[in-house]
């Protein structure tokens, strides 16, 4: 199922609008509405952390459907470059928004370094 039809399952589970699920997520109903139609990528983690709330939904179950968790980390057993599941799901949980503007300019240019022959 894709992100966006799982995401209007939810919504219309709980009885709720686009319009109050934007109120309530800080978000634009046109915005949900176009990532529920697929016509835009999952969102950011912080703002599905506000839609796990919302939805009173599990923010690791919308991370898992928006692609952001792999098979790996679901793994009890298996780490992710050392550090445990248990771990990894502690410090997503502790990141603000502000955090994640971060993370993604990180990898962006990571990247990019990447590409350009950098190793590191």
């Given amino acids: 199922m894709q992100f966006g039809q ?3 399952q939810q919504r219309q589970a709980k009885r709720l609008s686009l319009v109050v699920l934007a109120q309530r997520t800080a978000t634009s109903s046109s915005y949900l509405s176009r990532i529920e139609r697929g016509l835009r990528n999952p969102p950011s983690p912080a703002v599905l952390r506000r839609l796990a ?3 009173d939904i599990s923010y690791e179950q919308l991370m898992a459907h928006a692609g952001y ?3 790996t980390l679901h793994e009890e057993s298996l780490s992710y470059g ?3 599941r248990q771990q990894w799901q502690e410090a997503i949980s502790a ?3 502000e ?3 971060d993370i993604w300019a990180l990898i962006q ?3 990019a370094r990447r590409k350009q022959g950098h190793s590191s």
């Fill in 6 to 8: 799982f995401l209007r």
């Fill in 53 to 55: 709330q919302a939805l």
């Fill in 69 to 71: 968790l792999n098979n």
């Fill in 82 to 84: 050392g550090i445990n």
């Fill in 95 to 97: 990141l603000s928004e």
């Fill in 99 to 101: 955090d994640w503007t």
């Fill in 109 to 111: 240019n990571k990247v």
